[in-house]
């Protein structure tokens, strides 16, 4: 009997069989799937939306402040030649569903549009965070010694550091650039994730099928990459899932208070240009704002499934 | 069940390892636990020392260290006739070929990220044996051995049960054919009746490769059951180390006496008198003298002041204890 | 000792996860008498911690549930009866001890309080009469320094220590009824000596009935009077201690006891059980143990069995001795 059993070169397929097993013990938080079908929605929204909505950027001030489909306000113009007002109904049309803007642009485009920049923002910040703090963690756990203790205490002091002062330097200096904001959240991002790392790392090097790899002659770099790193794989996963409304939300913040970058149209910017008129075009506000909302849910209960689908100790 | 060579395999020589103990910011050392206080003793090829203490002797401890898992602080740990003590490291993994371990606990023990065959098949990938097709056929062959599925190699191990996830462990440990094997309490978390079946299969593979076991173990009764002889640790000391029938027959160190007496028996209903008072010291702070001493019903004078050396009382039994000495 | 003061009958609690039904205990019968030691016995999953859980209600609601039996106490039934009823029972007529003493004692209240707080829950003394009694307590567990001991917080006594000042709580009340759930698992082997003798005492001087859980045993033949050996959530064996040690009549007990390490003699080999215990989530049709069990019978795979009289006292749930 031929045994296709061990060895590396097996290995990837049997991979597949435990990611099937994660997936099987995700699949069973019913939340978790919920966020997950929201956020694939999302990246199908951002990649494919463009396509099929009208350019974000077309200003028509025939049609601004449009309410959405379904609602319809009340417009009074003031004739000064007549001295009276007269009061118009004006409803929403399925030429801009979710409404327009004070500038006639269409609130749909805007927000399939801002789409992209959320994400873009949140993956590429976030994937900055977690590669600095997985690499200073794993070092800092590793080394021990004078070289963990320095490295601890200037994740430290980063954790103190004010970002957004920093940010509003750049944005003195060089102007607005979405760039400057990535550059921002993932550099200094990246403590939370350090920390958490390095502590896995620690409480790792004690388990017992270390001890088993050291005394079967494992070298010190097969077991960080053998046996570590593919340990702390699933910590990184949860945590990047956990930190991307973070960084969606901190863009949001950050455009909101007119740091973003005016050039692309993010969530945060139509936030900014809505909170003026929530009384009288409250869907300016209204639209991104719940857009964030759900996407910082989604991703928060994509999160917390994985991590409880991760952990052998919890019974799914 | 009868020991085979009579060359000294592994001969430990007062061998001690300390912790520090480390207090503020620039770890000052404020003291020291005394995990392993000065430890000798021989194994010969093919047999099985039963080492045994309760929790705190330092058994676990002595047996890392042997493997140099830990640093000896002190002593001398010979193997096969030569010095191992301060082995280099390129020659310490020569040596892992030859000395294996085997973990108490079957989930800990094993990556969970890695397949069982994988990690039979680490051993022979660190240490360069084989191609890809000679590992796959010998992970088969030791799967075989230790009583699993060869067609399971592709599990992982939360696809198993407790105790054929301390059959991968044996597994793993037999595959470069080592001639000492140390077991750190390999069956401590089964159930008895999987307990029985480990037992038997290590049984079976120390009869059939000739391997020594250094067997460490709190449960008396296993002790009894694998052993040919039997250490008994005591705060980082041995206080008695003979054959296993004069052990238990004729148990000479007070605390032996009062360990035996303590176990609760399956046959006898008798009703013991408990001899051992108090709790079991730490070894932070062991007591002066014999480290014993302040739970001995039998002290006397030296005790407190001397501790007492392991003497061979009668042949190969040894005790250290100052009412024979 | 021949009065029944705990009747337990055909109890099963099942745990409802997103897994499938757990059948933890699934039919479990047994009577306590008054001054008696009860030993409940059995390997890990066999649902032995869950009965004793059950007994008190001190499971989680959901994802337990006790969907059968009765628990007779007295008059009242244990799993029907109002909460508050409950609770005037626990701690003060049927109290517990729990395996890991670490786990079990709160971390921030000193010994001395938590065992008022437990006398105070269920008698109008003062606070002076319930720290003597506190105190008095502690000491008869054989605790050096009681009155240094009564003041210190869990964390910094021993582990055998915790136990003891665990038993001492549990008996604050002059409970009729102590559970111990496998109090001396996690100590040492002369620790648990001490323990022992400390349930041998008493069980003499007080007249109290033990329901005593382990997996060990050699432990059941030394403190037990009666055993009740689990297997898949049932109830397989019950008889005197000393029938089911020299007498075993189901093949589980006897696979059991056959494949311990003798203390006494050495053994070339020992006799195992081939397979592994059930897993509560998928238990066989049938009776549990005929996977393994090495005289099963077409009829085993198909029907229960119930219990069957072999001797006076000894009661077993096996095919080979229906009648």
Same mark, same amino acid.
């Given at each position: 009997m031929k045994y296709r059993t061990a060895g590396t070169s097996t290995s990837i397929r049997a991979g597949g069989r435990l990611a099937g097993y994660y997936w099987q013990r995700t699949r069973r938080n019913k939340l978790a799937i919920a966020g997950l079908a929201f956020i694939i929605f999302l990246i199908f929204l951002a990649l494919f939306g463009p396509f099929f909505t009208m350019d974000p950027t077309e200003v028509n001030f025939d049609e601004k402040n449009l309410p959405p489909i379904g609602f319809s306000i009340e417009k009074s113009i003031y004739d000064i030649n007549t001295d009276e007002f007269t009061t118009t109904i004006i409803r929403g049309t399925w030429k801009h569903p979710l409404g327009t803007d004070n500038k006639g642009r269409d609130l749909l485009a805007m927000i399939v549009s801002g789409a992209r920049i959320s994400l873009l923002v949140g993956l590429i910040a976030t994937g900055m965070a977690i590669i600095l703090g997985t690499i200073i963690g794993v070092l800092s756990a590793y080394s021990g010694g004078w070289v963990d203790n320095a490295l601890m205490r200037f994740t430290d002091i980063m954790m103190t550091f004010p970002f957004f002062l920093l940010l509003v330097l750049i944005v003195f200096i060089f102007g607005h650039s979405l760039i400057f904001i990535v550059l921002a959240i993932g550099l200094t991002g990246w403590t939370g994730t350090a920390r958490l790392i390095r502590s896995e790392s620690l409480s790792l090097r004690t388990r017992e099928f270390v001890t088993a790899a050291r005394a079967i002659g494992a070298s010190d770099r097969r077991v960080i990459f053998r046996h570590l790193i593919p340990n702390v794989m699933s910590l990184i996963i949860v945590i990047t899932t956990l930190s991307i409304p973070g960084v969606i939300m901190a863009e949001a913040a950050l455009s909101f208070i007119g740091l973003g970058d005016p050039t692309w149209t993010s969530w945060g910017i139509i936030l900014s240009a809505g909170q003026h008129t929530l009384d009288t075009a409250w869907w300016i506000a209204v639209g991104p704002g719940i857009m964030l909302f759900l996407t910082v849910l989604a991703f928060n209960f994509l999160g917390d499934g994985l991590r409880d689908a991760f952990d052998p100790k919890s019974k799914i | 069940m009868k020991s085979t060579a009579n060359h000294k395999l592994l001969q430990v020589i007062d061998l001690k390892k300390y912790y520090p103990v480390t207090v503020g910011l620039l770890s000052r050392q404020v003291g020291e636990v005394r995990a392993v206080d000065g430890v000798s003793f021989l194994m010969a090829e093919g047999e099985i020392l039963g080492l045994v203490g309760e929790s705190g002797c330092g058994k676990s401890t002595l047996g890392r260290t042997i493997l140099r898992l830990e640093e000896p602080s002190s002593g001398k740990i010979l193997y096969k006739g030569s010095d191992? @003590? @301060? +082995? !280099?490291k390129e020659r310490l993994r020569a040596l892992r070929k030859e000395i294996q371990i085997v973990l108490q606990d079957p989930d800990a023990s +094993? !990556?969970?990220?890695? @397949?069982a065959g994988d990690s039979i098949a680490e051993p022979l990938v660190v240490h360069g044996v084989g191609g890809d097709v000679e590992r796959n056929e010998r992970v088969a062959e030791l799967m075989k051995q230790v009583g699993l599925d060869p067609r399971q190699a592709n599990h992982y191990p939360h696809e198993f049960s407790g105790g054929q996830k301390q059959r991968i462990g044996i597994a793993r440990a037999l595959a470069i054919n080592p001639k000492l094997i140390i077991a750190d309490?390999?069956?401590?978390? +089964?159930?008895v009746s999987v307990q029985a079946q480990i037992l038997n299969l290590m049984m079976d593979i120390q009869e059939e490769f000739g391997l020594a076991y250094l067997f460490i173990a709190h449960d008396l009764a296993v002790i009894r059951h694998m052993a040919h002889r039997v250490a008994i640790m005591y705060l980082g000391k041995i206080v008695e180390l003979a054959d296993k029938a004069e052990i238990f027959a004729k148990p000479m160190h007070p605390y032996t006496q009062a360990l035996l007496a303590a176990v609760p028996s399956f046959k006898t209903k008798a009703k013991k008198e408990v001899l051992l008072s108090g709790d079991v010291p730490s070894p932070l702070n062991p007591p002066t003298g014999c480290h014993f001493h302040p739970r001995c019903r039998k002290a006397f004078k030296p005790c407190s002041q001397d501790e007492p050396k392991l003497v061979e009382l009668s042949k190969s039994h040894f005790v250290s204890c100052h009412l024979y000495t | 000792m021949n009065d029944t003061i705990l009747r337990t009958k055909n109890l099963k609690t099942y745990f409802y996860t997103t897994r499938g039904v757990?059948?933890? /205990?699934n039919g479990v019968n047994f009577n306590l008498s008054r001054g008696e030691c009860l030993c409940l016995v059995g390997e890990s999953g066999c649902g032995k911690s869950v009965t004793a859980l059950s007994l008190l209600r001190l499971l989680d609601s959901p994802p337990a549930r006790i969907v059968d039996g009765q628990v007779s106490f007295g008059d009242i039934d244990l799993v029907k009866c109002s909460t508050r009823q409950l609770r005037q029972i626990r701690g003060k007529d049927i109290a517990m001890v729990f395996q890991e003493a670490q786990s079990a004692l709160n971390p921030v209240l000193s010994i001395g309080n938590q065992i008022i707080e437990q006398v105070e829950l269920h008698e109008r003394i003062s606070q002076r009469e319930a720290r003597a009694r506190a105190l008095a307590l502690l000491e008869e567990m054989g605790i050096p320094s009681a009155e240094r001991v009564i003041d210190t917080y869990p964390h910094l006594l021993s582990g055998g220590m915790k136990q003891r000042a665990m038993i001492a709580m549990s008996l604050s009340c002059n409970p009729q009824i102590l559970i111990a759930d496998e109090? %001396? %698992?996690? /100590?040492?082997v002369t620790i648990q000596a001490q323990i022992l003798e400390i349930f041998r005492n008493l069980r003499a001087r007080k007249q109290m009935s033990f329901i005593f859980i382990t997996h060990d045993l050699a432990i059941v033949n030394e403190i037990g009077d009666r055993a009740v050996v689990m297997y898949g959530g049932r109830d397989v064996e019950t008889a005197p201690v000393s029938r089911i040690i020299k007498n075993p009549r189901h093949p589980y007990t006897r696979g059991l006891i056959a494949c311990l390490p003798n203390m006494s003699r050495s053994e070339k080999r020992l006799e195992s059980i081939p397979g592994n215990t059930p897993n509560p989530i998928e238990l066989p049709p049938g009776c549990p143990f005929h996977p393994r069990c090495?005289?099963?019978?077409?009829?085993c795979r198909r029907k229960v069995p119930s219990p069957t009289i072999v001797a006076e006292g000894h009661a077993v749930s096996c095919h080979l001795y229906a009648s």
């Open positions: - | 191992i @003590t @301060t +082995l !280099d +094993l !990556d969970s990220r890695m @397949t309490e390999p069956v401590s978390a +089964l159930d | 757990v059948k933890a /205990v109090p %001396t %698992t996690a /100590v040492d090495p005289k099963a019978m077409d009829i």
